[in-house]
C-alpha cells in the first residue's frame, strides 16, 4: 500500500535532481470519473467509474539531451481507477507505458511496454478515442485465443521513423519470453499532412495452439480528414483466428463547437466462420450509436455525456458496460456524465 508515496518520493526526487543533469522531468496525469449507467437485457446498474473520455493515470517522463542531435529518454505510467483508488491492472504497476528512449535523426528506438501499431492504427480514428461506454476496443474480439496484444505489448522492440514530409511509420517486435500470446511482430506505415492522416497496420502473434492454429492475425485500415466544421473519422479492422474472423468497420465525426466538442459514430461488427474450437460466429453480429458531447471549462478541465447502444444479433455479447452481465443476443445502453481534469 506504500507504492503510490514511493513513486511520488521518487518522482520529486527526480524532478529535483532534473536541473543539475540537464534532464527535463515531468510528473503528470489524468483522473477522470463519470456517473454510469449501463442496462444490459432487462438488468440496469448505476455506478461511479473511471475513465469515461480518458484513462485515470499517473505519470512521470524526462529526457537528456546527449549532443549531436541525439537524446535519451524515458516513459512510466501507471493506470487507476479514480473510483475505487486501485491499480487498473493489478498485476503490472507501470500497466500503461513503461519504456527508455534513444532519439536522433535516424528516428527512435523504444524498448519496454507500449501500445501496439495495430492498436494505434485504429484507435487513431475512434471518434471517442476508446474510452468509456462508447469504446470502440470493445469490438476487439480474440476469437478463443489467448492473444494478449490487441492493445500493449510486454517486452517490445520499436522503432519509429523520424519525420519525412508528413509520412510516418513504427515497426514492433514483441519476445513471448515462454508466455503464449505476446509473441508478436507489427508495423504500421501512414501519412498525415494538412487535414489529411491515414494509415495501415498488419500484426501477427503467436498464441496457444488450438485445432491446428497457432497465430493470431490483425489488419487495420484507417482514415481522417479535417473538413474545418468537422473531422470525419474511420477505421477497418479484422481480426482473423484460424477459420473465425471478427470485421469491424466504424465511421464517426468530431465537430468543434464554440467551448466544446460533439461526437458521433456508428460502428458494427459482422463475425464469420467459427473458432478453432468450432464455435459458430458467423451470426455473432453487432451494431454501435454512439453520441457525446464535451465541454471544456479551462484547457485541463472538461464536463462531458456520451450515450452509446449496441444492438447483438445470434450469441454476441458486445457490452457497453458490465456489470450487469449480458445475455447472449441482448441490447445492451450505457450512458456516463463525468468530470476530467490532467495535469
Known amino acids: 500500500m506504500k507504492k503510490p508515496f514511493i513513486v511520488l518520493a521518487l518522482a520529486a526526487a527526480a524532478a529535483t535532481s532534473a536541473q543539475a543533469q540537464s534532464t527535463a522531468v515531468t510528473l503528470f496525469g489524468i483522473v477522470d470519473a463519470s456517473l454510469r449507467q449501463v442496462k444490459n437485457g432487462g438488468d440496469s446498474v448505476s455506478s461511479l467509474a473511471s475513465g469515461g473520455i480518458n484513462s485515470s493515470r499517473l505519470g512521470v517522463r524526462g529526457a537528456e539531451d546527449l549532443g549531436g542531435g541525439l537524446r535519451a529518454g524515458f516513459?512510466?505510467?501507471?493506470g487507476f481507477n479514480l473510483d475505487t483508488g486501485t491499480q487498473s491492472d493489478a498485476s503490472r504497476f507501470w500497466n500503461r507505458r513503461s519504456t527508455v528512449s534513444l532519439i536522433g535523426g535516424f528516428g527512435e528506438v523504444r524498448l519496454g511496454r507500449d501500445f501496439t501499431p495495430i492498436y494505434t492504427g485504429w484507435s487513431d480514428f475512434d471518434a471517442f478515442s476508446d474510452n468509456?461506454?462508447?469504446?470502440?476496443g470493445k469490438f476487439s474480439d480474440r476469437i478463443g485465443s489467448n492473444v494478449d496484444t490487441l492493445t500493449r505489448s510486454d517486452n517490445q522492440l520499436t522503432y519509429l521513423l523520424p519525420a519525412m514530409g508528413g509520412v510516418y511509420?513504427?515497426?514492433?517486435?514483441?519476445?513471448?519470453?515462454?508466455?503464449?500470446?505476446?509473441?508478436?511482430?507489427a508495423g504500421r506505415v501512414g501519412y498525415s499532412a494538412g487535414p489529411l492522416n491515414v494509415s495501415v497496420a498488419l500484426g501477427r502473434t503467436e498464441v496457444t495452439p488450438t485445432a491446428g492454429s497457432d497465430e493470431h492475425e490483425v489488419?487495420?485500415?484507417?482514415?481522417?480528414?479535417?473538413?474545418?466544421?468537422?473531422?470525419?473519422?474511420?477505421y477497418w479492422r479484422q481480426n482473423e483466428f484460424g477459420a473465425g474472423k471478427v470485421t469491424v468497420t466504424s465511421i464517426g465525426a468530431t465537430v468543434p463547437l464554440r467551448s466544446g466538442t460533439f461526437r458521433a459514430s456508428f460502428t458494427r461488427a459482422d463475425g464469420?466462420?467459427?473458432?478453432?474450437?468450432?464455435?459458430?460466429?458467423?451470426?455473432?453480429?453487432?451494431?454501435?450509436?454512439?453520441?457525446?458531447y464535451v465541454h471544456n471549462l479551462s484547457k485541463r478541465s472538461a464536463l462531458y455525456?456520451?450515450?452509446?447502444?449496441v444492438a447483438n444479433d445470434g450469441r454476441a455479447t458486445y457490452a457497453t458496460g458490465t456489470p450487469p452481465a449480458l445475455a447472449?443476443?441482448?441490447?445492451?445502453?450505457?450512458?456516463?456524465?463525468?468530470?476530467?481534469?490532467?495535469?
Open 169 to 185: 511509420g513504427q515497426l514492433s517486435v514483441a519476445a513471448g519470453e515462454g508466455a503464449a500470446g505476446r509473441k508478436m511482430i
Open 328 to 343: 447472449a443476443g441482448a441490447t445492451s445502453t450505457g450512458y456516463e456524465f463525468g468530470v476530467r481534469h490532467s495535469f
Open 219 to 234: 489488419i487495420t485500415l484507417g482514415g481522417s480528414y479535417d473538413l474545418g466544421v468537422m473531422r470525419v473519422l474511420a
Open 272 to 292: 464469420s466462420g467459427r473458432t478453432p474450437a468450432g464455435t459458430l460466429i458467423g451470426d455473432n453480429d453487432a451494431d454501435q450509436f454512439a453520441l457525446g
Open 305 to 309: 455525456a456520451t450515450y452509446a447502444r
Open 75 to 78: 516513459w512510466l505510467e501507471h
Open 132 to 136: 468509456g461506454v462508447a469504446a470502440g
